[in-house]
């Protein structure tokens, strides 16, 4: 008889987290509250209650080649950095042609999720959830919680002196949806991330005045690279603030960058170099979410200064058997969707045949982990784990064209179901035609070829000089 896993939550974690118990046998039951799929990039416009919630204008900051489902490239003509009501059309399709929707049930609130009784014997989970104003209890074998982060907004309100007195009105970037209320207004943006950086570019089209408060600053970057590549395809890691039209701005005055407030007045904001900002009718708070679960007990999973204790970011350590699992929540520097893919398949690895084994292995671990970890070493640490890591040795071997791509190219998500658990046979043409899916949608007019990057060449070029001043120096002296 196949295991039971509940999965809270139908965004992209939940989809990768139905998708891997499919793959594994497993029979998966997800809980939604809204009417749909797509969590986040699920847009609306007014904020609800326990939902993560965006703004009208959010477009991507990963480039489409590296934040699809690993099995499932996006169509070639869709842009590199997408519009969301793009990537939630591409979600959609994903969810319909893996044949997923009929396992997810809609408007539906998860109200607790417990320990069975038995739970020392079995691992086994209650989960009541509501709908239509009714109550039910169901048992799983395990369970994935999907939920995300971008649901409780941190609006750190103690530690700005002075703001009860404030006479503006105050809001958290997760309750901006578009600028018109902001027309003629003199706005301060909190946070130089890039919520905030978006809402600040877009908000001084119309409004009179807008300056971000920056405590340590940040660097702004555009998504656009060498050649009109997408960045992270052509670099290693995603760290600064993407924002095409920030710096622009601030060279026009038509944004202004300020250190931390130090205190509000009644209608202005002191910041901590002594400045003043007069007459501001509102300020948004770009600064960040906290995490929580309301329904599950703290005593399984807690969390407290943007720390979380789980093993590898998934698993609640010490636990005496290892069938709760947590997608999504840790931010690696890089796209979302082959993250909680990894994270998934793992996960759904070890509810399937590995309970006893994983749940030793926790025993040894435990301590919290920052939720911020590199893209690139924690895709490739979970890789191992389930054998899908990719073996460059061997593919330099047997397919050399292959393993230069992989080796010398972007980090993309095809690579890790070119192997192992969740192999997927259209792996390795996906990987071989990234970059034609890449300038595929800038083509729009007859043009030479286009050239496309090459690492490995542009590394022995900056090898090169040096020997060429070696070679000199041995000549002459």
Excluded at 252 to 262: A, D, E, M, N, Q
């Amino acid at each position: 008889m196949s295991k039971r896993v509940g999965i809270i939550g139908a965004g992209v974690s939940g989809l990768a987290a139905i998708w891997c118990c499919l793959e594994e046998g497993l029979e998966p039951t997800c809980f939604e509250r809204s009417n749909d799929v797509g969590g986040l990039w699920k847009f609306s416009d007014h904020t609800e209650e326990g939902r993560a919630s965006i703004y009208q204008s959010v477009f991507t900051n990963s480039s489409k080649e590296m934040m699809c489902f690993p099995d499932f490239p996006y169509p070639d003509d869709y842009p590199n950095y997408m519009h969301h009501s793009k990537l939630q059309e591409y979600i959609k399709t994903f969810a319909q042609k893996k044949d997923l929707l009929r396992y997810i049930q809609f408007e539906t609130l998860v109200s607790s999720i417990k320990k069975c009784t038995s739970f020392l014997v079995t691992g086994q989970w209650v989960v009541v959830t509501e709908k239509d104003g009714k109550q039910e209890s169901t048992i799983f074998d395990a369970v994935m919680i999907c939920s995300g982060h971008h649901v409780y907004p941190n609006l750190p309100t103690d530690s700005f002196p002075g703001l009860d007195r404030f006479r503006g009105n105050y809001l958290h970037s997760r309750d901006y949806k578009n600028p018109e209320a902001f027309k003629g207004k003199r706005v301060l943006v909190i946070g130089l991330e890039n919520s905030g950086s978006d809402i600040a570019v877009e908000l001084s089209r119309l409004a009179t005045q807008v300056i971000i408060s920056t405590r340590s600053g940040s660097w702004v970057m555009s998504r656009v690279w060498d050649d009109g590549y997408p960045w992270d395809m052509v670099s290693l890691r995603k760290e600064p603030v993407f924002n095409d039209e920030l710096p622009s701005h601030i060279l026009c005055g038509i944004v202004s960058i300020k250190p931390s407030v130090k205190e509000f007045t009644e209608t202005s904001a002191v910041f901590e170099d002594g400045t003043v900002f007069e007459a501001i009718n509102s300020v948004i708070f770009a600064t960040g979410y906290d995490y929580s679960y309301p329904f599950l007990d703290e005593t399984i999973m807690k969390s407290r200064n943007n720390e979380v204790t789980l093993f590898k970011g998934i698993f609640p350590p010490l636990m005496e058997k290892p069938t709760l699992a947590v997608i999504g929540l840790v931010q690696s520097l890089g796209a979302a969707i082959p993250t909680a893919d990894l994270q998934a398949r793992w996960a759904a690895k070890v509810f399937a045949s590995r309970w006893e084994k994983m749940g030793k292995k926790l025993k040894w671990f435990g301590q919290s982990q920052t939720l911020q970890t590199d893209y690139i070493t924690y895709m490739d640490e979970l890789g191992s784990f389930i054998g899908a890591k990719p073996n460059i040795p061997w593919l330099f071997l047997t397919d050399p064209r292959l393993a230069l791509e992989v080796y010398f190219g972007p980090c993309s998500p095809y690579q890790f179901r070119l192997m192992g658990p969740g192999k997927w046979d259209g792996a390795r043409n996906a990987i071989l035609t990234q970059w034609n899916r890449t300038v595929k949608p800038t083509r729009t007019r007859v043009v030479s070829e286009a050239q496309r990057p090459y690492p490995f060449y542009n590394m022995l070029k900056m090898l090169s000089f040096p020997l060429l001043l070696l070679a000199a120096t041995l000549t002459f002296y």
